[in-house]
């Protein structure tokens, strides 16, 4: 497996409660990305990064916002967190240079909202 | 509209059976596409990739422009090919951005 880790793997919240997940990467990939996986529509990026500071919106953005302070850690934070948003989230990252672009992807982390 | 479609949400096949997953897709641009595999308690795992024309594990998956589709074959399925399997569709070749079909988890029964 690519040296990539997710935390927590998985997490219990309630409703209206602010949620941040955690992805870390020791491959030093310019690229990453957070991913939902819901059956019915398989996985749907949210946000992903360029770069530290560059992010920019996936298709199903609204209600997440991220941040990349440092080239290893990419966070995803559900600022209120809601029942529609219980899924299991992906971390990926892909290197740049080497199209087409393989992503790599960590283990996962289940939330659930309750 | 950027779309990738998988119509089969299960296909169940017996041990030495040929193997089909379905791929369509809608995009404008010259596609650029992959197919992804989540075995039990594994991780995501790229599978194969259409620019590369390689077999993997007995997989093949062939891009047909025409009818849009990037079907995945195997002439011989083993239970151990059972997993979920993705189609992939690249949109952007600057930041690798990839759409995900809905999955089809593929049945091998001995």
């Known amino acids: 497996d690519a040296g990539i880790t997710q935390s927590p793997r998985h997490k219990v919240t309630e409703t209206g409660t602010p949620v941040t997940l955690r992805c870390h990467q020791t491959?030093?990939?310019?690229?990453m990305y957070w991913y939902r996986q819901d059956p019915g529509h398989g996985l749907r990026l949210i946000h992903y990064?360029?770069?530290?500071?560059?992010?920019d919106k996936g298709e199903v953005s609204d209600g997440y916002s991220v941040s990349r302070s440092k080239t290893e850690d990419f966070l995803l934070t559900l600022e209120s967190a809601t029942s529609s948003q219980t899924s299991v989230y992906f971390c990926?990252?892909?290197?740049?240079?080497?199209?087409?672009?393989?992503?790599?992807f960590g283990p996962g982390t289940r939330l659930t909202v309750t | 509209a950027q779309r990738v479609t998988q119509p089969e949400k299960l296909l169940s096949v017996f041990k030495g059976a040929p193997v089909e997953l379905k791929c369509n897709y809608s995009y404008s641009g010259s596609p650029e596409l992959f197919w992804y595999v989540q075995y039990s308690r594994q991780r995501l795992q790229l599978l194969l990739r259409h620019i590369s024309r390689e077999s993997i594990k007995g997989f093949t998956a062939d891009l047909n422009k025409g009818e849009t589709s990037f079907h995945l074959k195997k002439p011989f399925a083993q239970e151990e090919d059972s997993a979920m399997y993705y189609c992939a569709l690249e949109i952007s070749g600057n930041t690798g951005k990839l759409i995900f079909g809905q999955g089809t988890t593929l049945q091998v029964k001995p």
């Open positions: 990064s360029y770069g530290v500071k560059d992010t």
């Open positions: 491959e030093n990939h310019r690229y």
């Open positions: 990926a990252i892909s290197e740049a240079g080497q199209q087409p672009y393989e992503q790599y």
